[in-house]
């Protein structure tokens, strides 16, 4: 068969896919002189097959390979190639945006090839897959296939998928878009909210502050019309076009940009554009700041992005450097990678649920041998995945919440895994794992603003990704679990008790001023995770304030001691919770030296009334760009199944010094040594004088006349 008589046979076929795609892919493999799945896989299943029937799951327990009778309709793909891609047809001018979204539902189950192809016998759509890349398409139809470039990237797909790997990865083009954006924030804050610079009265703060988190809130709304335009949540090129109307006119632009905010907020028509219903917090209020030229211009570039790609977990803790003014030192710094929150969100989250969802397809294996689960079988998967769908993550200092987005993809994830097993039994399901599950606290407005905004475009992400719709008004839910609030404290005032959020709206007067403060009470949840603040016990006063110190002393004073880092109160705060019976397991980050005698009787309350199950010693950890030391701690109730891991070995029981072995934490000093030698002046701050000034002094005479030295 020549090109030309495969484009006459194909350009007839009106027929079903299922009766001629094993045929037309034959006819290619012909075309391109590489084997048929036949030829090259004659066990029909290992490596090169028509409707591979290939679950993840089912190498975990080493299945026999199903009889050569199971029903053809097991498999997921039309053409499977490991390692290369997945194949699904569709008839002739069927929609191939469904064979696309069927293949992201079971890539898992196709061991997520790096390909994703759709055809329909006359168009071909290859989609890149490979992990942490900007997706590519590659589009032809039969009047083009035998184009050079064409077959290199068919011949591509059979041989060397690498070939056509994107060269841009997520994280590149998300810092660039983070950092274009944090560019605007700048120019913003500086310009609009200087009044927080002259602020003097408490009434003056308030007011910037409000103004601030506007200015935050408006920036969050245009990144977030960016991804839903990307992602077909608003109309194609919709937002994009608005954006360059700005370089133009930008009254209309203010205009025009208001309105949209205000039709997104309850849905309705833009112009001609039916919008769907959004709200969830963000479209609240809708106010537009007027943008200088530069700013203008940068929201233009932007547009010309893809949005769809961008990584929230990144894009949060970038542009948060770029909202605070506090961290703008950090913006071009390096950030923390979702594989290091991984590293403490898998065992504390996942690792027992993991355990029951292996326990559970053990027992379902008859099921999946015979292809048909009993209605006990679809009981138990039922019960498993209600358990899934009710666990709460809460993060207590969630910054812009990376921890969250990490914890919720990797629910949804194995939420995904579940449903995918189940329907080889029979059984269908629908993914219900959501932003719902997340609680939070936060005190600075600005990533409490931003962490709402990365689980939600997470969230939306993840359901386009794999395949599932993002049919659900509103589009956006309210966080009503996230608080912007102080972790550990709640101030009360001489009026009555005021939470922070009322404090910035200003609803305190001079008279209404701090009297005292109380322990702030956690919410309940199932799991906490999260990177508390790191700040030493020596630098509180100054960072915090002697008044905020002090209460925090006198709040914690009988439970730890004052010479305990800042993270340490987290620590108690989450073993109180758990020991309450109001946690199940947590897992935090802590500085180093909170593993030392003045600091680790945090860790010594924990080994009281629970145990630590996992803990990683030392590492590098990233925090507001500048590489630090830390450790994880991961703990739970004393009866807690895990067996307990240090530094990625399994150990007999992790001490409050985060060691293994022989515990030491219990050494008494040695009287014998008492008022020997004392540690001396330890300088804490600058004690440098310029080369005139020590000159001076070194020639001035003491009060008697004499030389100092």
Known sequence: MTWAEFKKKWSRYQGKESSACQEHFTDLCRLLNYPTPAEADPTGSESFCFQKRVIKDAELFDLEQPDSGDPTERGFADVWKKGCFGWEYKGKKKSLDEAYKQLLRYREALLNPPLLVVCDFDRYIIRTNFNGTVQEIYEFTNDTIDRPENLRILRALFENPDFLKPQRTTPQVTKVLAEKFAEVARSLQKRESSELTDAKTRAEVNVAHRKSLRIAWFLNRLIFCFFAEDTGLLPKKLFSDLAKTALDDPHQFSQALESLFRTMAKGGLFGAHKIRHFNGHLFEESTVFDLNDDERRILAEASEADWQFVEP????????????????????????????????????????????????????????????????????????????????????????????????????????????????????????????????????????????????????????????????????????????????????????????????????????????????????????????????????????????????????????????????????????????????????LATTSSKQIGSRKAFERIKETGKIFFAISDRVWFDAGAAVRICMVAFTTPEGPDKPTLDGKEVVKINADITAGLDTTGKRFLSANAKLCFMGTTKVGDFDIPHEQAVALLRALNPHGNPLL
């Open 313 to 588: 977990s990144i894009m949060g803790t970038l542009f948060a450097r770029g909202l605070d003014p506090d961290q703008l030192a950090a913006l071009g710094a390096q950030y923390t990678s979702r594989g290091d929150i991984v590293t403490i969100v898998e065992p504390v989250l996942m690792a027992p649920l993991r355990r029951g969802w292996a326990a559970l397809k053990a027992s379902l294996l008859p099921a999946f041998k015979r292809g048909q689960g009993t209605p006990e079988d679809r009981d138990h998967v039922q019960a498993f995945l209600k358990k899934l769908r009710k666990i709460v993550v809460m993060d207590p200092a969630c910054g812009s919440g990376n921890f969250l987005y990490v914890s919720l993809q990797m629910l949804l994830d194995l939420e995904k895994e579940v449903i995918t097993f189940a329907t080889m039994l029979g059984f269908q399901f629908r993914p219900e794992v959501g932003v719902h599950q997340l609680r939070a606290i936060e005190i600075n407005p600005y990533a409490y603003e931003l962490a709402q905004v990365t689980v939600q475009i997470g969230y939306l992400q993840w359901r386009r990704d794999n395949g599932f719709d993002n049919d659900r008004t509103p589009v956006l839910q309210d966080l009503d679990g996230f608080l912007n609030e102080d972790a550990l404290l709640v101030p009360h005032y001489h009026s009555k008790a005021k939470t922070l959020k009322e404090a910035q709206a200003g609803e305190h007067t001079e008279d209404a001023a701090l009297k005292f403060y109380t322990e702030r009470q956690w919410p309940e949840c199932d799991v906490l995770v999260g990177n508390p603040p790191f700040l030493g016990n020596k630098r509180m006063r100054t960072e915090l304030s002697d008044q905020y110190t002090k209460a925090i002393f006198e709040t914690f004073g009988s439970r730890l001691p004052a010479t305990s880092d800042f993270c340490c109160y987290w620590f108690e705060k989450a073993r109180q919770l758990i020991a309450e019976g109001r946690c199940k397991r947590a897992g935090l």
